[in-house]
Nanobody, 128 residues
């Protein structure tokens, strides 16, 4: 089992940047494929980006491609999300998620149901 704690959210103006972190504890972090999801008020939780266990493979939602970058530091048990050129429509609670079962080193996962563990979320608000 793994515990996930997000941090780094806040209020930023449109065009600004934020860096989210997700600290993992428990079982070996490198055993998990990881992802970021977000949920805006009144909307479903949606996929943002994902990364494989090794960090060598990544995927992005079209809405954030070219602006967001996912990365991980397995030595520090931490997942990151660098968000640049933020837009008001990026406003949401951001969640990190871990998939521990039946993963392969180079695979990433983009569906909510594929993930086993979730953090509590961190609020990101982008003002216009």
């Amino acid at each position: 089992q793994v515990q996930l704690v997000e941090s780094g959210g806040g209020l930023v103006q449109a065009g600004g940047s934020l860096r989210l972190s997700c600290a993992a504890s428990g079982r070996t972090f490198s055993a998990y494929a990881m992802g970021w999801f977000r949920q805006a008020p009144g909307k479903e939780r949606e996929f943002v980006t994902a990364i494989s266990r090794s960090g060598g493979s990544t995927a992005y939602a079209d809405s954030v491609k070219g602006r967001f970058t996912i990365s991980r530091d397995n030595a520090k048990n931490t997942l990151y999300l660098q968000m640049n050129s933020l837009k008001p429509e990026d406003t949401a609670v951001y969640y990190c998620a871990a998939k521990g079962a039946f993963t392969t080193s180079g695979s990433y996962y983009t569906a909510r149901y594929q993930y086993d563990y979730w953090g509590q979320g961190t609020q990101v608000t982008v003002s216009s």
